[in-house]
Each structure stands twice: as structure tokens, then as C-alpha cells.
């Protein structure tokens, strides 16, 4: 019989102190041999118990632990690996993850919406720190986006209408002049005219638009900039150039009734006609 420190404790007393007599009676009564016989049971069966069935479920979690634990604790002898095997099979490793990704698309697909919908925010972060970073670079690879895929883009207009109109009433609330200039632009554009340049034309507008009244071109009279509208001097259809030496600031009663007309019919009707 082993004396382990078991046995010892049936001699404690609940103060404390040891009772030596107690004890030497116990292990005399074959008490303490029990004792320690059933301990060396207990242990045995933990010893050889089998360790639990785990699910599936419960595997890959375990699985998927040890990994974690086993990457963590091996980060730099991983990191050197893994330059080391990549140096050595230059081109296969983008092979292989296009096989890999080509065999599993689906599910590599449905993870990636799964993930992206648990971290929209972080995603939306990600996006616009990037784009802030360079909005040239961004702003031109969305503009060749949209040049190469107008398929894409009409799909997606006829599929959200309600989206695309969304969209645009709330930049129209949000930022008035940008969409204004942009109008403009476009019209022009469309119309096959001259462009000037449209940060020089995006300076001249703000030049006036925030102020509380401007005086219009064409009357001469002072009027609240709200109802003042950038007009082009001589009619995109008869001509005239999207720049800004032929752009005016005109009152919107004026530039209702100047319409397309030409400059000279237009003088005619003018208090003090306007000399180009
Ligand atoms: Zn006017």
C-alpha cells in the first residue's frame, strides 16, 4: 500500500491539527488500504476510459481549435516556410488556388456573402478609407468600370428603379450643385459640345452660388442666387461651348424666356442688350 497524501488527509482534523492515533487505528482497521485500493481503481478506470464520441460538429470545432492554437505558436517558423516554398514554386501557387477556387466556387461564394454580411461595416470602413486614400485612382476605375460594363449597369437599373431613383434624389438633396454641374456636363456630352474644363466650371459656380444674391447677365437686375441658374451665353444647340467664358449667371425668368433663341434675337427683347 502506497501512503499517498489522500490517506494522510483521513487523519486531519477539521482543525487542522493531525490526529496521529486516529489514523494508525484506521490503517490498523484495513480502513485506509480500502481507502487507497479505491483510489487506485478510480484511477486506473480514468486512465483507460475512452475519451468521449464527439459529433461532427464537436470534431471540427476541435479540429479547428487545434489549428488555431497550432498556427499561433508556429507564426514565424510558418511565415519563413512559407516564403521559402513560395520562392521555389513561383507561378503554381496561383495555379492552385485557381483550381482550388474554380472547384469549390459555390461554397467559397456563399462563405464570402456570409462574411460580408457579418461585417458590413467593416467592409463599408475598409472601402472608403481606401477610396479617401486616393479618390483619382478609384474615381477613374469606376468610371472605366462603368464604360466597359454598360450591360451591368442598365441591368441593374431596370431591376432597381426604385434604388436608382433613391439614389438620386438623395444626392440631389445632398449635394444640389455637384449633381447641377453634373447635369450639365452631361448635357453637353450629349449634345457633342465643346467641354471646358469641369473643375474650373465646378470654381466659377461656387463662386456665386453661396452667396445671397447675384446679378443677372442678361436684366442686370439683383436677384436671390436660389433663383439664379448657370446659363450658357450662347445655346449649347446653336454652338456655343460648355466653358466658362461662355457661361452666365441669369435670373430664371430670364433664362425661360431666352430659351435656344440666338443672341440677336434675344438682344432685341433685352432693356440693354448685351454686347459679345
Ligand atoms: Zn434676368
Request: with cysteine; hydrophobic share 30%.
Amino acid at each position: 500500500m502506497r501512503i499517498t497524501d489522500e490517506l494522510i488527509e483521513l487523519g486531519r482534523n477539521p482543525d487542522g491539527s493531525f490526529d496521529l492515533v486516529e489514523w494508525i487505528r484506521a490503517l490498523d482497521n484495513g480502513i485506509l488500504l480500502e481507502v487507497s485500493n479505491e483510489i487506485a481503481r478510480m484511477e486506473k478506470k480514468a486512465k483507460n476510459a475512452k475519451p468521449p464520441k464527439l459529433s461532427a460538429e464537436e470534431k471540427r470545432d476541435r479540429n479547428k481549435a487545434r489549428c488555431v492554437t497550432y498556427h499561433a505558436e508556429h507564426k514565424e517558423e510558418r511565415s519563413i516556410k512559407n516564403k521559402e516554398w513560395r520562392a521555389s514554386h513561383k507561378g503554381e501557387e496561383k495555379e492552385y488556388r485557381a483550381a482550388y477556387y474554380k472547384a469549390n466556387k459555390e461554397r467559397l461564394r456563399a462563405n464570402g456573402k456570409e462574411w460580408h454580411k457579418k461585417n458590413r461595416p467593416k467592409v463599408l470602413a475598409y472601402f472608403s478609407e481606401r477610396y479617401r486614400s486616393n479618390p483619382q485612382k478609384y474615381k477613374a476605375q469606376s468610371r472605366e468600370w462603368y464604360k466597359k460594363n454598360p450591360d451591368k449597369v442598365a441591368a441593374f437599373e431596370s431591376r432597381s428603379p426604385a434604388k436608382v431613383r433613391a439614389y438620386a434624389k438623395k444626392r440631389r438633396k445632398e449635394k444640389p450643385e455637384e449633381v447641377r454641374l453634373i447635369q450639365a456636363t452631361y448635357r453637353a456630352r450629349k449634345m457633342g459640345c465643346t467641354k471646358g474644363s469641369a473643375a474650373s466650371i465646378a470654381r466659377w459656380d461656387k463662386s456665386w452660388r453661396f452667396r445671397k444674391t447675384a446679378r443677372c447677365f442678361w436684366c442686370n437686375s439683383k436677384v436671390p442666387t436660389r433663383d439664379c441658374h448657370a446659363d450658357h451665353i450662347l445655346a449649347l444647340s446653336k454652338g456655343g461651348k460648355h466653358e466658362i467664358g461662355n457661361l452666365c449667371i441669369s435670373c430664371s425668368h430670364c433664362n425661360l424666356r431666352k430659351s435656344s433663341q440666338s443672341i440677336e434675337k434675344w438682344n432685341t427683347k433685352l432693356v440693354q442688350p448685351v454686347l459679345l
